[in-house]
């Protein structure tokens, strides 16, 4: 079965400092990754997927991800933190063989200081 | 163009009523899905179809749920005789086609509270 687990369920960092939320995965089947984002009262928006071409995957808003299959991870990183990226970050997972039902992580809540 | 748009926004209703959400997809798009959100919860999967056909309601949790899209576009979710534990988000997603890789796209959700 797919499952994803974020590590931290709030992050806080200072502006202009790097971002890392953590995911790591479970998968029997060579897994579609995902980012997404969730701004306050508004809808889920895709920051990034890995899908079995480049390891490291550059998603918008200068956000990137590396794919580590030894470590089972897909961490999320930004290289300096905007006071607009205080958003709830969600790891996401596809579902079983090539069907494309999404399994969420609970989410990481970041917050960015002024 | 257009998003998914669902409605309505907010659904505020009685324990025992029934209640129909609807989800608009991105036009020509495949697949659809619904998930439910509950509050510091990601989204969980309840059902999703190819054109009208359903596809998989593994997620749906009993036979109060229910799900159709008769003509592959337009979807509507029904929940009957409403309990305070189905207050949540519900949320639709379209996509191109029905694989893992695919992109989703979200509507802004539907907020169903049961008093």
């Known amino acids: 079965a797919q499952s994803v687990t974020q590590l931290d369920s709030h992050v806080s960092v200072s502006e202009g400092t790097p971002v890392l939320l953590r995911c790591n995965y479970s998968?029997?089947?060579?897994?579609?990754l995902f980012w997404y984002v969730q701004h306050p009262n508004k809808g889920l928006q895709l920051l990034l997927k890995y899908t079995s071409a480049a390891t490291l995957v550059k998603g918008i808003n200068g956000f990137e991800a590396e794919f580590k299959k030894s470590e089972t991870s897909f961490h999320l990183t930004k290289p300096s933190a905007h006071m607009s990226d205080a958003a709830e970050y969600f790891c996401?997972?596809?579902?079983?063989?090539?069907?494309?039902?999404?399994?969420f992580g609970k989410g990481t809540k970041l917050s960015v200081k002024p | 163009g257009a998003g998914v748009s669902q409605s309505p926004r907010y659904k505020v209703t009685k324990r025992g009523q029934d209640v129909a959400l609807r989800c608009d997809p991105i036009s020509g798009h495949v697949s659809l899905y619904w998930y439910r959100q509950a509050l510091g919860q990601g989204p969980e999967f309840l059902t999703y179809?190819?054109?009208?056909?359903?596809?998989?309601k593994s997620g749906l949790p009993n036979d109060r749920f229910s799900a159709e899209r008769p003509e592959g576009s337009i979807s509507t979710l029904t929940i009957q005789r409403t309990e305070q534990r189905d207050s949540a988000m519900y949320r639709c997603?379209?996509?191109?086609?029905?694989?893992?890789?695919?992109?989703?796209?979200f509507g802004p959700g539907t907020r169903l509270t049961v008093t």
């Open positions: 179809f190819n054109y009208e056909a359903q596809q998989d």
């Open positions: 998968s029997s089947y060579s897994p579609s």
């Open positions: 996401v997972v596809s579902g079983r063989g090539s069907q494309g039902n999404l399994i």
């Open positions: 997603a379209s996509s191109r086609e029905d694989q893992g890789h695919s992109e989703q796209y």
